[in-house]
Nanobody
């Protein structure tokens, strides 16, 4: 089993930055693709960013390209999401997710086996 705990959310103003962290415990995530998703009130959970198990490849949803950066430190069993130039439409609960061993990153929520409890990000205008 893999346990994931997100942190780093908060209330910020438009244009500010935040860095989210996802700390894993239980089993290592070093051989798993990881992703961040978000869910705004009344909306479905949506893909934000993903990273391969090696960290060599990343992909992003169009609305965050150039503003968000996903990274990982396998030695610390942690994944990060650096969010710059935040906008009110980025307001959501952000979730960290882990795929099966050695699986490539995907954008579908159903492709992920493990989830954190989420961290709230609120961006005021």
């Amino acid at each position: 089993q893999v346990q994931l705990v997100e942190s780093g959310g908060g209330l910020v103003q438009a244009g500010d930055s935040l860095r989210l962290s996802c700390a894993a415990s239980g089993r290592t995530i070093s051989s798993r693709a990881m992703a961040w998703f978000r869910q705004a009130p009344g909306k479905e959970r949506e893909f934000v960013a993903a990273i391969t198990w090696s960290g060599h490849s990343t992909n992003y949803t169009d609305s965050v390209k150039g503003r968000f950066t996903i990274s990982r430190d396998n030695a610390k069993n942690t994944v990060y999401l650096q969010m710059n130039s935040l906008k009110p439409q980025d307001t959501a609960v952000y979730y960290c997710a882990a795929r099966r061993l050695f699986g490539p990153p995907r954008r579908d929520v159903y492709e992920y086996n493990y989830w954190g409890q989420g961290t709230q990000v609120t961006v005021s205008s």
